[in-house]
């Protein structure tokens, strides 16, 4: 409000260099802080000065020339976009090439806060010839660089098929690979961010990434003491498993789904979700590899999930991937019953303590894996007590269920009148000649009649 931009911007030009970077450091410091004062740097004409003196200037000048760009573009697309027209990023790119590791930092900082807005940035970064450098910089031998270019290859790559391809054909997998081992937290969060970004988008780059023989070393990196090295090593392997079966049995093989389960067991929060959503996609494409989900103990940490997780999207992702799991056959149902799943579900679909979108996922989960487990579940114990709180379109499932299993099986008849089964049927208000109706005649005809009554 002073008119403190107008009186930086001279002092960019000064003859003094120490007075012109400190006066840039002053802008970037300024434009970081919020987005009003970022816009003030725009239209107070600033870019031009920094962008003809980024290529001439010392590299303390760089240094701090492109904080500013950095701390302009962080805010939004539209401020990104003004730097991109202001001809910075060709300087920036220049700046890639510098001997000093500190500029090359800082430039490389600068293009990844323009390339994470959007793909028509992102592009615009690629158009002048960042990547190629950028993998480059990866191969530094300064950590600090490492991190930042990595972190950049990450922002291009997460837009677009095409943008991750560019990423690809400048070689950058096979150094990413190399870095997963690496003892520093923060260079690996970044690196398997980058593959991660990379894998997601299709088959053949989730194809290619794999081929880098990340596995099983990316497995490690689940028992990291660093909570974001343990998300982002889940959510890399979480980007490979749902795209076919091949990949998700690749994982198996490589011991990843029990690597993956004992993740989930000894975490909370957020920090579960990417396991949560792994087992769910590796569950999803066939009935071994659900198989092989049940048989590594995969179905008590979802279900411990439910009962230890308060956010509803974290519960409605572990219903997701029981339901997944629980889908295939009646085996596979029962697997899931076993684990007193069900009266979770239907508490979770009966709840109406908060209506919001999440609520209603989570109660849509919970009803389709319900269904799906129902439909195919045998196991008669776990259905005995939805007998006594089930709403009535999930009903007509479970008695469904019953109406098809006690005419063949004795044992289950007799347990089904002591547990107050047929009791329970005899309350329900069928409509005459409905399908409910004929399940339950299906289920009164297994017994004599004075029982019956």
Not at 47 to 69: D, G, I, M, T
Not at 80 to 102: K, R, T
Not at 200 to 214: C, M, Q, R
Not at 423 to 451: D, F, H, M, R, W
Request: charged share 20%; net charge neutral; hydrophobic share 45%.
């Amino acid at each position: 409000n002073s008119g403190v931009m107008s009186l930086l911007r001279p002092l960019l030009l000064d003859v003094v260099p120490t007075i012109q970077q400190t006066a840039a450091l002053a802008l970037g410091r300024l434009a970081n802080y919020n987005d009003a004062l970022a816009e003030a740097v725009v239209k107070g004409n600033i870019l031009p000065h920094l962008v003809c003196s980024l290529s001439e200037q010392n590299r303390f000048y760089k240094k701090a020339a492109a904080f500013v760009l950095r701390a302009v573009a962080k805010h939004s697309p539209q401020l990104a976009q003004a730097i991109v027209q202001s001809g910075a990023l060709e300087m920036l790119v220049i700046c890639l090439e510098d001997f000093d590791p500190g500029v090359k930092e800082a430039a490389s900082w600068a293009l990844g806060y323009i390339a994470r807005h959007n793909s028509e940035l992102s592009q615009a970064v690629v158009d002048a010839g960042a990547v190629p450098l950028l993998v480059l910089c990866i191969q530094e031998p300064e950590i600090a660089l490492k991190r930042i270019a990595a972190s950049t290859l990450s922002d291009i790559s997460k837009h677009s098929p095409e943008l991750a391809q560019t990423v690809v054909d400048a070689g950058a997998i096979a150094h990413l690979a190399q870095m997963i081992l690496n003892p520093d937290a923060k260079l690996k969060r970044q690196v398997l961010s980058a593959l991660s970004q990379i894998a997601k988008h299709s088959v053949d780059l989730a194809e290619l990434v794999v081929e880098a023989e990340i596995f099983p070393v990316v497995l490690t990196c689940l028992k990291d003491s660093d909570e974001y090295v343990k998300k982002n090593g889940a959510t890399l392997i979480r980007e490979i498993a749902k795209h076919t079966p091949e990949l998700s049995q690749l994982i198996v093989n490589a011991g990843g789904v029990a690597a993956v389960i004992d993740y989930i067991g000894s975490c909370r929060g957020t920090v579960r979700l990417p396991g949560i959503m792994m087992l769910g996609y590796v569950a999803a494409h066939s009935e071994n590899l659900s198989m092989a989900v049940i048989v590594s103990k995969g179905i008590p940490p979802l279900c411990a999930c439910l009962v230890e997780e308060h956010e509803d999207h974290i519960k409605a992702a572990a219903v997701w991937a029981l339901g997944q799991a629980g889908r295939h056959s009646p085996e596979h149902a029962r697997a899931v019953a076993v684990a007193n799943v069900l009266p979770m579900l239907l508490a979770m679909y009966m709840d109406t303590h908060s209506s919001d979108d999440l609520q209603l996922k989570a109660s849509i989960f919970a009803k389709r894996a319900l269904k799906n487990i129902l439909e195919k579940c045998t196991y008669l114990p776990a259905l005995e007590p939805l007998l006594h709180d089930a709403p009535p379109n999930i009903m007509k499932h479970i008695v469904g269920q019953f109406s098809k299993v006690l005419p063949h099986d004795s044992k289950a008849r007799r347990l089904f009148v002591t547990t107050g089964g047929l009791k329970k049927v005899q309350e329900i208000k069928a409509e005459p000649g409905s399908l409910l109706q004929e399940y339950i005649n299906t289920i009164n005809n297994c017994y004599p009649e004075e029982i019956v009554r």
